[in-house]
């Protein structure tokens, strides 16, 4: 689904991405980890098209995106969640989707895009809250909400980067959960993660990063297992 070959990317002195190459397999739930610094969310603003790489070929779906604009890869099927989450505060969740569906895809006829709101709005269980303004949600339901607006552009491949970020260990279980759903939904999801928890449940693979290369990847006992991985997590 989408095939990474040879990912360069220098700030400055800094090469935050040292030759990545990694493949993405339809149906898988990958992991990408590694300390703070390692370049994963580098990677994924590489992936989504945010920033631009100095060297290297990304291909989603047999077709080549290293340089098309963000907007070409939503449209051609490769949505991404943010950590930050960023609704429009007043207006109520149903309407945020609404916005989500009709702009994440072109001249999306307005029938479309509200089949398409309330399929995800039952996938990502927020049907009880859809009048409530997005302004006045917990956290829990502002991660809901942040995957359902992905999921709006009708993404075949999701990128998600520590969306789990300040949830309670119960709610990020509830937060796993939705994202197998979305998974057996038919979506394939590539996600960053630092709660080891978190990847050990979701992680059908894990690949790992240190100074901008990838140093490991396999199942998660087998990377949590490498001392070249241990190290990398020790020495910062
Ligand atoms: P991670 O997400 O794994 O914590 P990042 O991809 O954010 O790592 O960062 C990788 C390296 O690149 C770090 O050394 C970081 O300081 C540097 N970096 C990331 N983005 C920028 C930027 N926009 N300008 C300069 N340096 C950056
Ligand atoms: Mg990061």
Known sequence: MLSVQGLCKRFGGVTAANEVSLQ???GEILAVIGPNGAGKSTL???LSGLLRPDE?????????ITHAPPEVRTWKGLGRAFQIVQPFPEMSVWENLLVGALYGKPST????AE?????VIELTGLAPKAQTPAGELTL??????ELARAL?????????DEVMAGLRPSEALEAVA???????SGVTVLFIEHLMPVVRALADRVVVMDYGRVIAEGPYDAVAANPKVREAYLGR
């Open 140 to 145: 829990l339901e502002d991660k809901r909400l």
């Open 109 to 112: 006829p307005r029938k479309v």
């Open 56 to 64: 290297g070929r990304i291909e989603f779906l047999g077709q080549e």
């Open 44 to 46: 994924l603003n590489l």
């Open 115 to 119: 089949r398409v709101v309330a399929e």
């Open 24 to 26: 993405v397999a339809p």
């Open 178 to 184: 939705l994202v197998r759903r979305i998974r057996d």
């Open 152 to 160: 709006c552009t009708q993404p075949r491949l999701l990128l998600l």
